[in-house]
Every structure is written in C-alpha cells, then in structure tokens.
C-alpha cells in the first residue's frame, strides 16, 4: 500500500462499533401498531384457552352437580310473550322473557309447539311447569 492510501485510511477510519437505529415517525407509528396487533392477539389467544375452564368452575360454583332445571312445554301457538305473562302475569313480561332467552341460550324469541324451554326456579310452583324428570317419562 502507498503512503497515500494508509493516511486516506487513517483520516476516514471505520467504525466497527455497532450504528444506532434511527426510526422516522412514521416508523415509530408502524412498530407500535404492530406491537399492539400481537399484544391484542396474545390476550385474544389466552382468552380463548381460559375462557372454557373460567365458565366450567363459575357453572360449578354456582350450581350444585344435582342441579335440576324445570321445564315448560311450548303449546301450539305459543310464545315466549305469552309463557311469561302465563308464568308471572305481575311481572313485566320483558324482564322474564329476556331471562328466559338466555337462561336456554336462545338466538332469538322463536320458539316451536313441543319445545321444552327451562324456566327460572322461582317458578317452579306454577302448574304448566314440569321438572326435567317427568319430561323424561
């Protein structure tokens, strides 16, 4: 090598240590979306395993395992409107119908003749209520 090149070498040395990162905003912008994105699917993912286990001891918890359920018989023309205010006619039929839809984790409010639909136990004294037994025979 000449004596040129080793003070041209000398002048500009290299850095061998390591460069930092220099991010833009709009970089910092796509790092933490893309932070939140995984953090959200993390959480969603664990949710989904937990979720199952959460609502089985909730279900154990708040029921004995010789739970009974009682039942009414859905009649020809029937509704839920009219099985509440058969069940309870003080009550507001609202209230009844809407535990009723998610005591049997109904879509909606249809219903069809010959469908046993579980009812609150607070009803259980009601004539057209049958316990999950005498549905069986």
């Known amino acids: 090598m000449s004596a040129q090149a080793v003070l041209q070498q000398e002048s500009h040395p290299v850095r061998t ?7 833009t905003r709009r970089g910092r912008v ?18 989904t395993f937990a979720a199952p ?10 029921q004995g395992s010789d739970q009974q359920f009682h039942y009414v018989v859905v009649q020809p023309g029937a509704s839920l409107w009219s ?6 006619p003080e009550a507001d039929p609202r209230d009844l119908v809407a ?3 998610q005591l049997n984790q109904l ?3 249809g219903i069809e003749a010959g469908d046993a ?10 004539p057209a209520v049958f316990q999950s037994e005498e549905l069986a025979a």
């Open 30 to 47: 796509v790092f933490g979306f893309l932070a939140t994105v995984l953090l959200a699917g993390l959480l969603a993912l664990i949710a």
């Open 53 to 62: 286990q959460a609502l089985a001891s909730v279900g154990a918890a708040g």
């Open 107 to 109: 879509d909606g409010s």
């Open 83 to 88: 099985l509440a205010t058969e069940l309870d």
């Open 17 to 23: 240590t390591g460069a930092k990162l220099r991010l």
């Open 99 to 101: 535990e009723i839809v």
């Open 117 to 126: 639909i579980a009812v609150p136990l607070r009803y259980s004294d009601s």
